[in-house]
């Protein structure tokens, strides 16, 4: 048995969270074919695990609660997509602000999991936040222009308290995430 892992960033501002819920709707009414992420499972993923043993669980656990940073504030901004326009696979919104303190915490975590065997990852750390995934390419012209007129959109901006070492669930109807522990701070 083994646990489906991630380590992010949740959205904890509900202000915040509003805006990029209005975004998803508005990126919905193109008629794309798009799967949103749920309202409850909107976050920031610094790294994807993948399905771990118990033991190796435990032990990131330990590097998560580990983590100590200043509280640092992130700003969401603008609307993109990956790979490129052309054939877009996942709509996402910027993260910017405070990146020095984001890149600290980052690279803290990833030296503890370094040390667990991790590899490093190839494609090096790009913060965004997933709002949607793109299905097919219906109505990708809509889409498409939909992503242009949201390129400099101000979505908001929130205070970082929290690393959290989450569980996914895979079910029918999409993930379940569970927090399995979070860092702590240096101050307030």
């Known amino acids: 048995m083994t646990d489906r892992c991630f380590i992010s960033i949740d959205i904890d501002d509900p202000v915040v969270k509003k805006r990029l819920i209005d975004i998803q709707h508005t990126i919905q009414h193109t008629g794309a074919d798009i799967k949103n992420v749920e309202e409850e499972n909107i976050h920031i993923t ?8 118990p033991e190796t669980t435990e032990k990131v656990t330990q590097i998560i609660k580990n983590i100590r940073f200043i509280p640092f504030k992130i700003i969401f901004q603008g609307v993109g997509v990956f790979p490129n326009l052309n054939r ?6 910027g993260v910017s602000g405070e990146m020095q303190e984001l890149m600290a915490a980052f690279s803290e975590m990833e ?6 065997g991790f590899e490093p990852e190839r ?4 913060p965004h936040l997933t709002l949607c995934r793109v299905r097919s390419g219906k109505n990708r012209s809509q889409l498409t222009e939909a992503i242009r007129q949201l390129e400099n959109t101000e979505v908001g901006e929130m205070t970082v308290e929290h690393i959290r070492l989450k569980k996914s669930v895979l079910t029918r109807t999409g993930p379940i995430y569970s927090t399995i522990a979070e860092s702590s701070i240096l101050v307030k």
């Open 111 to 116: 030296k503890g999991l370094k040390n667990l």
């Open 46 to 53: 610094l790294r994807f695990l993948g399905e771990i043993p």
């Open 88 to 93: 877009p696979n996942v709509v996402w919104t």
């Open 123 to 126: 494609r090096g750390f790009q």
